[in-house]
């Protein structure tokens, strides 16, 4: 798993609910990020965080939010904003600088559905 | 132009031949350079990360990197049934810590 672990690995949402999709890492690495897939494309980032306490918005943040209150810990809120949530989640981390570094793990996934 | 750009197949080959999958990105501050492959259904597994230009090879898997054509590729050699996949390049500035990621390519390889 990377390092990483995603909960749950499928999860169903009524319109209009807020979820919460948890992510876990257990390697005390600072990154870690979320990403967005649909069918036949690739990943775009929703959101990430270097530090805790801190994080930035990716390209599709509208609609979601994090909080990064532990190091180990990164769980995204899909919120009833999200007009079109029904998606694979992916959350990742990043070792830890070295000067070449930045790649990025991932966890196993959540795949969203929206009845 | 997208900032990642890769050819979506799919990308068929027979086995034991050679596969080669291309990818092409727009930030020529790119440091970073990614191969990742992912099985339907399941999340991205890091195969090879090259940061200098020319090759790196590990087992089957070549990655070729040439940044002033902004061009990165992958072979994979000999391939197998079990290479058909989509996989997916990334690409990034050190400095950043973020990855933009191509929509990947689908290779098939059948027997």
């Known amino acids: 798993d990377g390092g990483i672990t995603q909960s749950p690995k499928y999860l169903f949402r009524k319109e209009g609910q807020n979820v919460t999709l948890s992510c876990e890492q257990n390697l005390n690495h600072d990154a870690m990020y979320w990403y967005r897939q649909d069918p036949g494309q690739g990943l775009r980032l929703i959101y990430y965080?270097?530090?805790?306490?801190?994080?930035q918005k990716g390209d599709i943040a509208e609609g979601y939010s994090v909080s990064r209150e532990k190091k180990e810990s990164f769980p995204l809120t899909v919120t009833s904003a999200q007009k079109n949530p029904t998606a694979f989640y992916l959350c990742a981390r990043s070792a830890p600088r070295d000067g070449r570094g930045n790649e990025q793990f991932f966890g196993p996934g959540t795949r969203l559905t929206v009845l | 132009q997208k900032e990642v750009e890769q050819n979506s197949g799919p990308l068929s080959v027979p086995e034991g031949a050679i596969a080669s999958l291309n990818c092409t990105y727009s930030?020529?501050?790119?440091?970073?350079f990614f191969w990742y492959r992912q099985y339907s259904g399941k999340s991205p597994e890091l195969i090879m990360s090259i940061y200098s230009n020319g090759d790196k090879e590990d087992g089957r898997f070549t990655a070729q990197l040439n940044k002033a054509s902004q061009y990165v590729s992958l072979l994979i050699r000999d391939s197998q049934p079990s290479d058909s996949a989509t996989y997916l390049c990334?690409?990034?500035?050190?400095?950043?810590?973020?990855?933009?990621f191509g929509a990947g390519t689908r290779l098939a390889v059948h027997p």
């Open positions: 930030d020529r501050g790119s440091q970073s």
């Open positions: 990334a690409v990034g500035r050190i400095s950043y810590n973020k990855l933009i």
């Open positions: 965080s270097q530090i805790v306490n801190d994080f």
